[in-house]
């Protein structure tokens, strides 16, 4: 019985190797087919609006007036997503600009200064501030900050100011987490070195623990603006969804998310109006894309280093 039981054991052992081979196998192979999928679609339904409607690519991207239910003067849509464009990079990058020195001496202070406090009390804050839906951060920017702007500035509180605030306390615990994992990866020995050759502890952190830990906290950034970018309850409840450039940040504005959760579900597919709302989620689609690529440069530059 003994001998059997030797004798099963390697062939079941490997049986269970190639069933979880497989299954690995079939699981990478589906999330190719959903991604490849959602690639193509998105993809031919955004170009929909130039190959089908013979909308203009230059006006798309230039054009001040976004109207796709109206023809202009050559019977083409009247697509011009600029504004729209301007007003989701206006109010990412203000929050990452507003955010990350925050962002990166919250986690400083989490690691080096007070790493206890920082595990017990403000990392579980932060866990916390990571799940709290979008429609709930929305809320709060409708029922607090709007009205505040309102009643500070000139105005109707609706603008590019409310929506930076709001997605700059959105994406602070995301920087935040993954800028603590970055410092934290610094190995102890480059601490004690820097200290026996008589470094202050300010000079440690700055010049070896920061700086060891750049790409990491880099990829934190990048990572905080890819959700800001892509943030859209939130945003649409205080930014005012209008379709102009502002002159101002307390003015009413539009993001590419704000108007395709706005039109996407009072149009009929195929129509002008769904494909260019389409060809603004084709958009979205490439921002995202080169969010990836720029944390995979950042990482490679890692590994190399």
Not at 239 to 266: C, D, H, K, Q, W
Request: glycine residues 8%; charged residues 10%; aromatic residues 10%.
């Amino acid at each position: 019985m003994q001998a059997h039981k030797k004798i099963d054991a390697p062939s079941t052992k490997t049986w269970l190797e190639r069933k979880g081979r497989l299954l690995t196998s079939f699981s990478i192979v589906i999330m190719m087919v959903i991604a490849i999928s959602i690639l193509y679609f998105v993809t031919s339904k955004g170009l929909s609006t130039f190959i089908v409607n013979k909308a203009s690519i230059v006006e798309f991207f230039t054009g001040m007036k976004w109207d796709p239910g109206s023809l202009n003067e050559i019977g083409k849509p009247i697509v011009g997503a600029l504004p729209l464009i301007f007003g989701s990079f206006a109010v990412t990058f203000m929050a990452a600009i507003i955010c990350t020195p925050i962002a990166i001496g919250a986690a400083v202070f989490m690691t080096e200064i007070s790493p206890h406090f920082g595990r017990k009390i403000l990392q579980p804050v932060m866990e916390l501030l990571v799940g709290i839906p979008s429609v709930v951060y929305g809320f709060v920017g409708l029922s607090l900050i709007v009205p505040f702007l309102r009643e500070s500035f000139s105005g109707s509180g609706f603008g590019i100011a409310a929506g930076t605030i709001v997605l700059t306390v959105m994406i602070l615990p995301t920087i935040t987490s993954l800028s603590v994992d970055a410092i934290r990866a610094v190995p102890m020995h480059y601490r004690e070195g820097s200290l026996a050759l008589g470094a202050t502890r300010w000079q440690t952190i700055y010049r070896v623990v920061l700086k060891t830990a750049r790409p990491g906290i880099l990829t934190a950034i990048v990572f905080g603006m890819a959700r800001a970018f892509g943030e859209a309850l939130a945003v649409q409840m205080v930014i005012g969804n209008a379709t102009v450039i502002p002159s101002s940040l307390f003015e009413p504005a539009s993001t590419l998310t704000s108007i395709l959760t706005m039109g996407m579900g009072y149009s009929v597919m195929g129509q002008a109006e769904n494909n260019a709302l389409w060809s603004l989620a084709l958009v979205l689609l490439a921002m995202s894309l080169v969010f990836m690529i720029i944390v995979r440069f950042i990482g490679r530059r890692r590994t190399y280093k």
